[in-house]
């Protein structure tokens, strides 16, 4: 599969769904409190630092929590749709169509970065050039925090997402490649899978150094 076609059934795919999306997951954080206790953390770090993105925000729904997390915090996706739905229930927020590898964004802008179940989809061989792009749209010392959900194996393993397809990754090996674009590791979190949920889930901290 070639990158522009990864890239095009992924969008495919979250535009065909994204009214559902947003209807199941929407309020999903309310019962998340691990989730939106480290959301609480990263927004602490950040606040003050410069403006963030939450790329991958499909309904804009993690975007408006930042916001009132007390962050300017704006959402970017590959989904039209997504992002029509997020202008639609939030309007007062910005919401841009865009690509993770190729951020319409210049050098060092950012005081941080959002990245929950987004880069799941992106096939394993790219994701060096995401967390490049990351490191470039990152100030010095501006955080990245990702969600994804996690595996025992070293190796990225392929699964059936109810969306498309989509990678689980041990946080270890993730964190290795995100050292490898120029992070550090301020923290992790591995959680069991709740009610619904088949694997753990995981959200890795990370700083530009
Ligand atoms: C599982 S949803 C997560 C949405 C939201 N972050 C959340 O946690 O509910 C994945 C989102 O990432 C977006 N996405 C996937 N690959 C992307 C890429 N390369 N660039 C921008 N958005 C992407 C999809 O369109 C989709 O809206």
């Known amino acids: 599969m070639t990158d522009q076609s990864a890239l095009h059934d992924t969008k495919a795919a979250y535009d065909a769904v994204a009214p ?3 209807e199941l997951f929407s309020d999903i954080l309310d019962r998340l409190p691990l989730e939106r206790a480290l959301l609480a953390a990263f927004a602490e770090l950040v606040r003050g ?8 925000c499909g309904p804009g729904h993690l975007t408006a929590h930042l916001n009132a997390l007390g962050l300017n915090a ?3 996706d590959l989904s039209s749709e997504m992002i029509a739905l997020a202008r639609r229930a939030h309007p007062g927020l910005r919401f841009d169509e865009g690509e993770m590898t190729a951020l319409d964004l210049g050098d060092g802008v950012l005081g941080g970065i959002l990245a929950f ?5 992106t096939p394993p061989v790219r994701l060096p050039a995401v967390f490049a792009e990351f490191e470039r749209v990152l100030a010095p010392g501006g955080h990245l925090l990702l969600g994804f959900f996690a595996g025992d194996d070293p190796e990225p393993r392929e699964f059936d997402h109810k969306v498309t397809l989509a990678y ?4 270890g090996s993730l964190a290795d490649l995100l050292c490898q674009a120029g992070f550090v590791e301020v923290a992790r979190l591995v959680r069991e899978p709740g009610e619904g949920e088949r ?3 995981a959200q890795l901290l990370v700083r530009k150094s």
């Open 20 to 22: 559902l999306y947003a």
């Open 49 to 56: 630092a410069g403006p963030v993105a939450d790329l991958g």
């Open 74 to 76: 704006f959402g970017v």
């Open 117 to 121: 179940y987004s880069v799941i989809h």
């Open 168 to 171: 689980r990754w041990s946080p």
């Open 199 to 201: 694997f753990q889930q």
